[in-house]
C-alpha cells in the first residue's frame, strides 16, 4: 500500500514537532520552519532561472542546508539534545562568504539603493532574500521567546540573505541588465 499524504491529525490546527510535541500552528516555531520552506521553494526557482552551473550546484546546496535548518527548527528543543538532527557548521557559513566575495569581485561599487527588477532570474533572487529576512526575524522572535536556537541557525540566514542579494546584482551583470537605481523623490516634489 502506498503512503499516505495526509494523516487528518493537524484538521483542528494542532501539529507535531519533531519529538512529538503538539503546538498550534500559529506557533512561531511553526511560522519560522514553514517560512524556511517557503524560502527553499523560491530557491528552486532561483535555479531555475540560473545559467551556471556552479550556482546551480551551490544553490541546491543551500537547499540541502535549509532542510538542516528546517529540521533543527521543527525539532522539539527540549528533546533535540536527545536526537541527531542534523546541524550547521561555521564551513556552511564560510561557503556563503566566499562566494560572496568571488561575486563581488567581478561587480561594480554600489552608490545608490537599487529596486528589484529588471529580469525574472533578478527578481527571484531578491524574492528569495526577501523570504530569507522574513525567515531571520521569525527565528529572532524565537530567540526572544527564550527558546533554544544553535546560533548558526542566525549566521546562515543573515549571511543567505546578502548572497541572495549579492546573487541578484551578479545575475543582473551577467545577463548584462542595468540596475535599476532607487530615486527618492524630494520633498517638494509631487
Known amino acids: 500500500m502506498a503512503f499516505k499524504i495526509y494523516t487528518k491529525t493537524g484538521d483542528k490546527g494542532k501539529t507535531a514537532l519533531i519529538g512529538g510535541t503538539r503546538v498550534s500552528k500559529s506557533h512561531v516555531r511553526i511560522d519560522a520552519y514553514g517560512t524556511?520552506?517557503?524560502?527553499n521553494s523560491f530557491l528552486?526557482?532561483?535555479?531555475?532561472?540560473?545559467?551556471?552551473?556552479?550556482?546551480?550546484?551551490?544553490?541546491?546546496?543551500?537547499?540541502?542546508?535549509?532542510f538542516v535548518v528546517g529540521a533543527a527548527l521543527a525539532c522539539d528543543p527540549e528533546k533535540e539534545k536527545k536526537m541527531s538532527i542534523p546541524?550547521?557548521?561555521?564551513a556552511d557559513i564560510e561557503q556563503l562568504e566566499?562566494?560572496?566575495?568571488?561575486?563581488?569581485?567581478?561587480?561594480?561599487?554600489?552608490?545608490?539603493?537599487i529596486?528589484?527588477?529588471?529580469?525574472?532570474?533578478?527578481s527571484t533572487c531578491h524574492l528569495a532574500r526577501t523570504v530569507c529576512r522574513r525567515a531571520e526575524r521569525l527565528c529572532v522572535a524565537l530567540q526572544e521567546e527564550g527558546q533554544e536556537l544553535v546560533p548558526e541557525i542566525l549566521q546562515y540566514l543573515?549571511?543567505?540573505?546578502?548572497y541572495l542579494f549579492v546573487l541578484a546584482r551578479y545575475t543582473g551583470l551577467q545577463l548584462g541588465?542595468?540596475?535599476?537605481?532607487?530615486?527618492?523623490?524630494?520633498?517638494n516634489e509631487e
Open 44 to 66: 528552486g526557482l532561483v535555479i531555475d532561472y540560473q545559467t551556471s552551473p556552479a550556482i546551480k550546484d551551490l544553490v541546491q546546496t543551500i537547499q540541502d542546508r535549509l
Open 177 to 187: 541588465v542595468a540596475e535599476i537605481p532607487w530615486r527618492p523623490r524630494k520633498a
Open 87 to 90: 546541524d550547521l557548521h561555521a
Open 98 to 113: 566566499k562566494a560572496i566575495d568571488e561575486m563581488n569581485e567581478v561587480l561594480p561599487p554600489m552608490k545608490y539603493f
Open 115 to 122: 529596486l528589484p527588477g529588471g529580469h525574472v532570474a533578478i
Open 158 to 162: 543573515n549571511r543567505l540573505s546578502d
Open 36 to 39: 524556511v520552506d517557503e524560502l
